[in-house]
């Protein structure tokens, strides 16, 4: 099973200046019990975004860079590659962005686990459009913003349209 992961506005965007939009604690939490024991992919932008691996998951990070090495994690070359080393270490594998690779990936994924934050934020990186032909919304649970966390949320999880 292939699973995206992301979080996004009502505009699908997802990222500026190479960073996230928000700060929503209660969706970081989902995130590491959605990720935590399985491999998760990454593009190299995300990855440097982040700063750092993600701990109790094999962090796989897809580069064209031949020259780059960080400790902790694993670099490879393309999304094939990726993919082949996350199913050796589990057959649960997660895709954490960003927008480059979620755009090569939606059609090599089984689920979306989208966090829609009610917000309209400019974005310079987006989610490619969840096509209504191709996927269907599962399981919907709506948060409201709180101190902490200052925008509405809904947690979704959309499964892909078997073709027969
Ligand atoms: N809201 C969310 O859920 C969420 C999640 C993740 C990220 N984000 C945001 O998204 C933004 C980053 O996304 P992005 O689209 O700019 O970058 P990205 O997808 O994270 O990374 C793009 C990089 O991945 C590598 N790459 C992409 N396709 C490849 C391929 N087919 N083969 C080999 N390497 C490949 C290239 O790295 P090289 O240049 O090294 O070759 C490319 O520059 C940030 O703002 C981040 O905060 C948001």
């Known amino acids: 099973m292939i699973t995206i992961v992301v979080a996004m506005g009502e505009k ?7 960073q996230l939009l928000w700060h929503l604690p209660k ?3 989902h995130f590491k019990n959605l990720t935590s024991g399985h491999p998760v992919i990454m593009g190299r932008k995300t990855y440097e975004s ?3 691996p993600l701990p109790n998951r094999t962090n796989i990070v897809i580069s064209r860079k031949k020259d780059w090495f960080e ?8 999304i094939k590659e990726a993919v082949k080393f996350a199913k050796k270490i ?4 997660f895709i954490i962005g960003g927008g480059n690779i979620y755009e090569q990936t939606m059609d090599i994924t089984d689920k979306l686990e989208v966090t829609l934050v009610k917000a309209d934020l400019k974005a310079d990186t987006f ?3 969840i096509d209504s032909k191709a996927w269907v ?3 919907e649970i709506c948060h409201e913003k709180d101190e902490k966390n200052p925008y509405d949320f809904c947690f979704q999880t ?4 078997k073709s027969e």
């Not at 400790?71 to 393309?78: A, C, D, F, T, Y």
Request: no cysteine.
């Open 12 to 18: 699908n965007e997802i990222g500026s200046d190479n």
């Open 27 to 29: 969706d970081l939490k």
């Open 50 to 52: 982040i700063g750092k």
């Open 71 to 78: 400790e902790g994690i694993l670099i490879v070359g393309s």
């Open 90 to 93: 589990d057959e649960d594998i």
């Open 127 to 129: 989610f490619p459009k």
């Open 137 to 139: 919304k599962t399981q």
């Open 158 to 161: 959309y499964e892909k349209i």
